[in-house]
């Protein structure tokens, strides 16, 4: 057993005791001791345990099988062809006797079972799951008083009692076949073992939640029921037919019985010693019973009713195998019709089967194809869902007479967001679970991803970890604009999978426009970062510097405002100047400045080496190319233009390049990440 409870003070003492006893008697038997502090007079099974939930998956299909065999009985006796009379299968009794007697093994030890099962206090059912009762006499008690006289009765083999021992019995006395019909006794072994296995499937619900994992389970084990209950039916009817055809040759036997030879019962019966004795012989052919009480004779003034399908068909008479396959067919024509297409007789037990028959189909069909159509309901339930979402958002666009070109995005956004999700609302799910076990989650979703992310690459596990918890997924179809320069910004994206354009005007300056693809692993929003990073930062969001556009499906990770300043609070390794030197270096918004910088200062490195080409030309000075040792190429480097060398050096610092170098100045000046001064493009010299 998986779980072993605690035990009252003076139980353990025994155990003990035992123990111990059995140790000085035996003390080189390491193995015996083992064995006999773990035996099961001495566990207390826990209901809510992993083995007591196998154990009742078992007994649940052992039940079913159980239900199943039992009325095999009634397809035993069969009408011999031509002899009028009745015999037993023999060969298939003792198969189906071996069977159940298996089955009753398997309810014998649940029981045994149920004595060593811990219960619920009733009295502590305030909060929570309850405090359960451990000791094995209260646990006893508490059976005894409850469920055991419907589980003995239920583990009583009444069937082979009345096969094997009340039937030859009867015979003995010289009733003959007719009581057979006592073989109905096993129906009423279906009521307790119906109070048996109908509470063991709400425990199994009320443990697991469920009773088949999938759809598809679910359905096939409500027709599982509804075949067995068409099962019941079909060999119920078969049995009541056998005895509609004993009934009647016994009523014709009684009227010959001034005749020589007169008629007797025993004759009816192909078992008995009297069925191949000269006396039978003579009188099967002079007798009229077979004429009489013949299904296909429509002279005969005996009414079969909606038994006559038994005989006309002569299933009586058929291998075990056929008559099983047209009962079943017959239970399930039926039981589905609720008896409709039945032509009974005025016999009162042939009208009170119909009216079993046409209550109990209703039932079923009501409960278990009921059940059975809603675990197949349940596997379109979310494609339903999104089918009645899309036409609404249909008559909405129409109703508010949107451009076709925004209905087209509108049509392909919720196209991709199904194909991606199936319907499903990931955040509600994550939100419902406990903290711990959300953050596994986000790790195994998220963390390989984001490690794809180069500026990500260089930390550590434990702020992955929070940034990870932190991360939503974000869905864009092509086209969409994710955001607007000058617009604020509200999340970094980080891209999984597709691409976006990010372009800039430089705040809509006229001749300026930069473009750039982002791709897998790239970033945007970058300005949040900088937000988020100040240690008082304003409550306004930051403006966008930059437009970006799908321009494929786009699946990403968004980090929104209030988590980014949550996770730059809690972890201060992000003010770390390796991560800032990391994100100007993978921001695409820093290179471009970066290059704007760049591109300045050669301009005005250039402007200045053509006006002091000029100048010379003026001053009657030649230029040598570079020869010459104070006015050459090289001379532009020497003492003369030192200064001018260490302003466009200095000028280049001012930018981002320079920044990223500059590495006197203190990580924690924030400042640092903002975006530096404009380079004038037209600077004089």
Same mark, same amino acid.
Not at 338 to 362: A, D, K, P
């Given at each position: 057993?998986?779980?072993? #409870?605690?035990?009252p003070?003076?139980? !353990? $003492?025994?155990?003990r005791?035992t123990?111990?006893?059995?140790?000085?008697?035996? =003390? +080189?038997s390491?193995?015996?001791?083992?064995s006999?502090?773990?035996?099961?007079h001495?566990?207390?099974l826990d209901p809510?345990s992993?083995?007591?939930?196998?154990?009742n998956?078992?007994?649940?299909i052992?039940?079913?099988?159980?239900?199943?065999?039992d009325?095999?009985y009634?397809?035993?006796?069969y009408?011999?062809?031509?002899?009028?009379?009745?015999?037993?299968d023999?060969?298939?009794?003792?198969?189906?006797t071996?069977?159940?007697?298996v089955?009753?093994?398997?309810?014998?030890?649940?029981?045994?079972?149920?004595?060593r099962m811990?219960?619920?206090a009733p009295?502590?059912r305030?909060?929570?799951r309850g405090?359960?009762?451990?000791?094995? #006499?209260?646990?006893?008690?508490?059976? !005894? $008083?409850t469920d055991?006289i419907i589980?003995?009765t239920?583990?009583?083999p009444l =069937? +082979?009692?009345?096969?094997w021992?009340v039937?030859?019995?009867?015979?003995?006395?010289?009733t003959?076949q007719?009581?057979?019909?006592?073989?109905l006794?096993v129906?009423?072994?279906?009521?307790?073992r119906?109070?048996?296995i109908f509470p063991?499937?709400?425990?199994i619900?009320k443990?697991?939640?469920f009773?088949?994992k999938t759809?598809?389970?679910?359905?096939?084990?409500?027709?599982?029921?509804y075949?067995?209950?068409?099962?019941?039916?079909?060999a119920?009817?078969?049995?009541?037919?056998?005895?509609r055809?004993?009934?009647?040759?016994?009523?014709?036997?009684?009227a010959?019985?001034?005749?020589f030879?007169?008629c007797?019962?025993?004759f009816l019966?192909?078992?008995?010693?009297?069925?191949?004795?000269?006396?039978?012989?003579?009188?099967?052919n002079?007798?009229?019973v077979?004429?009489?009480?013949?299904?296909?004779?429509?002279?005969?003034?005996?009414?079969?009713?909606m038994f006559a399908?038994?005989?006309t068909?002569e299933v009586a008479?058929?291998?075990?195998?056929?008559?099983?396959l047209?009962?079943?067919?017959w239970g399930?024509r039926?039981?589905?019709?609720?008896?409709?297409?039945?032509t009974t007789?005025?016999?009162?037990?042939?009208t009170?089967?119909?009216i079993?028959l046409c209550i109990?189909?209703l039932?079923?069909?009501?409960?278990l194809?009921g059940?059975?159509?809603t675990?197949?309901?349940?596997m379109?339930?979310?494609?339903?869902e999104w089918?009645?979402k899309r036409?609404d958002?249909e008559?909405?666009?129409?109703?508010?007479q949107?451009?076709p070109?925004?209905?087209?995005r509108?049509?392909r956004?919720e196209?991709?967001k199904w194909l991606?999700t199936?319907?499903?609302?990931e955040e509600?799910i994550?939100?419902?679970?406990p903290?711990?076990l959300?953050?596994?989650i986000?790790r195994?979703l998220?963390?390989?991803?984001?490690?794809?992310?180069?500026f990500?690459a260089s930390m550590?596990?434990?702020?992955?970890?929070?940034?990870?918890?932190?991360?939503?997924?974000s869905?864009s179809t092509?086209?969409?604009?994710?955001v607007r320069?000058?617009?604020p910004?509200?999340?970094m994206l980080?891209?999984?999978?597709?691409q976006?354009e990010?372009?800039t005007?430089?705040g809509?300056?006229?001749?300026?426009?930069?473009?750039i693809t982002?791709?897998?692993?790239?970033f945007c929003?970058e300005?949040l970062l900088?937000w988020?990073?100040?240690?008082?930062?304003?409550?306004?969001?930051?403006s966008?510097?930059?437009?970006?556009?799908?321009?494929?499906e786009?699946e990403a990770?968004?980090?929104?405002a209030?988590?980014?300043k949550?996770?730059?609070?809690?972890f201060?390794?992000?003010?770390?100047?390796k991560l800032?030197?990391a994100?100007?270096?993978?921001?695409?918004?820093?290179?471009t400045?970066g290059a704007c910088?760049?591109?300045s200062?050669?301009?005005r490195?250039?402007?200045k080496?053509l006006?002091?080409?000029?100048?010379?030309r003026?001053m009657g000075?030649?230029?040598n190319?570079?020869?010459d040792?104070?006015?050459?190429?090289s001379?532009?480097?020497?003492?003369?233009?030192?200064?001018?060398?260490?302003k466009s050096d200095?000028?280049?610092?001012r930018?981002g390049?320079?920044?990223?170098g500059?590495?006197?100045?203190?990580?924690?000046?924030m400042?640092k990440?903002f975006?530096?001064?404009?380079?004038d493009?037209?600077?004089?010299?």
């Amino acid at each position: 057993m998986d779980r072993i #409870l605690s035990k009252p003070a003076s139980h !353990l $003492r025994h155990i003990r005791q035992t123990i111990a006893h059995h140790h000085h008697r035996h =003390p +080189q038997s390491a193995d015996e001791l083992n064995s006999l502090s773990i035996l099961w007079h001495y566990q207390i099974l826990d209901p809510n345990s992993d083995i007591v939930n196998h154990w009742n998956h078992i007994f649940l299909i052992t039940c079913l099988i159980s239900l199943f065999i039992d009325p095999l009985y009634f397809y035993l006796p069969y009408v011999v062809d031509g002899a009028t009379c009745m015999s037993v299968d023999t060969s298939a009794s003792v198969l189906i006797t071996y069977f159940r007697t298996v089955t009753d093994f398997f309810y014998l030890l649940h029981m045994l079972m149920k004595f060593r099962m811990a219960f619920v206090a009733p009295s502590s059912r305030v909060f929570g799951r309850g405090e359960l009762v451990m000791d094995p #006499l209260q646990i006893r008690k508490r059976y !005894l $008083r409850t469920d055991f006289i419907i589980d003995l009765t239920a583990t009583l083999p009444l =069937p +082979q009692i009345v096969i094997w021992y009340v039937i030859p019995a009867t015979k003995s006395d010289g009733t003959g076949q007719s009581n057979n019909t006592l073989a109905l006794i096993v129906l009423l072994q279906y009521i307790p073992r119906l109070f048996v296995i109908f509470p063991l499937n709400q425990r199994i619900i009320k443990t697991t939640g469920f009773i088949a994992k999938t759809a598809w389970a679910g359905a096939a084990y409500n027709l599982l029921l509804y075949m067995l209950a068409s099962h019941v039916l079909g060999a119920s009817w078969y049995l009541a037919s056998i005895g509609r055809q004993h009934s009647c040759w016994q009523e014709a036997c009684n009227a010959e019985l001034d005749r020589f030879p007169p008629c007797d019962v025993k004759f009816l019966d192909c078992s008995s010693p009297e069925a191949g004795s000269l006396n039978r012989e003579y009188w099967l052919n002079t007798t009229s019973v077979h004429s009489r009480c013949d299904a296909r004779n429509e002279d005969s003034d005996f009414k079969f009713g909606m038994f006559a399908d038994a005989f006309t068909s002569e299933v009586a008479s058929s291998r075990f195998f056929d008559k099983y396959l047209y009962c079943l067919w017959w239970g399930l024509r039926n039981l589905s019709s609720y008896g409709q297409n039945l032509t009974t007789s005025t016999y009162i037990g042939e009208t009170s089967f119909c009216i079993v028959l046409c209550i109990f189909g209703l039932i079923l069909f009501s409960q278990l194809i009921g059940n059975m159509q809603t675990y197949l309901q349940s596997m379109t339930v979310r494609l339903e869902e999104w089918r009645i979402k899309r036409r609404d958002t249909e008559e909405w666009m129409r109703h508010r007479q949107l451009p076709p070109d925004l209905q087209e995005r509108v049509r392909r956004f919720e196209q991709y967001k199904w194909l991606t999700t199936r319907g499903v609302h990931e955040e509600s799910i994550l939100q419902s679970l406990p903290t711990d076990l959300r953050r596994e989650i986000q790790r195994h979703l998220c963390l390989n991803l984001v490690r794809r992310v180069p500026f990500f690459a260089s930390m550590d596990d434990q702020l992955l970890d929070a940034i990870c918890g932190r991360l939503v997924s974000s869905l864009s179809t092509p086209g969409s604009y994710i955001v607007r320069e000058g617009d604020p910004v509200n999340e970094m994206l980080f891209i999984i999978r597709g691409q976006m354009e990010s372009s800039t005007t430089n705040g809509g300056r006229s001749g300026f426009f930069n473009s750039i693809t982002l791709r897998s692993g790239d970033f945007c929003g970058e300005e949040l970062l900088t937000w988020a990073l100040v240690p008082n930062s304003p409550l306004n969001l930051p403006s966008s510097t930059r437009t970006v556009k799908t321009l494929t499906e786009v699946e990403a990770f968004a980090l929104r405002a209030e988590d980014l300043k949550f996770v730059a609070n809690q972890f201060k390794r992000l003010h770390s100047m390796k991560l800032q030197h990391a994100f100007r270096y993978y921001s695409h918004q820093w290179r471009t400045w970066g290059a704007c910088y760049i591109q300045s200062a050669w301009r005005r490195y250039k402007k200045k080496r053509l006006a002091k080409e000029l100048m010379l030309r003026e001053m009657g000075y030649s230029y040598n190319g570079g020869r010459d040792d104070r006015f050459s190429d090289s001379g532009e480097t020497g003492d003369g233009d030192k200064g001018s060398g260490l302003k466009s050096d200095t000028n280049a610092k001012r930018g981002g390049v320079g920044q990223i170098g500059d590495t006197a100045s203190s990580s924690l000046k924030m400042t640092k990440l903002f975006k530096p001064d404009e380079p004038d493009f037209f600077e004089e010299v």
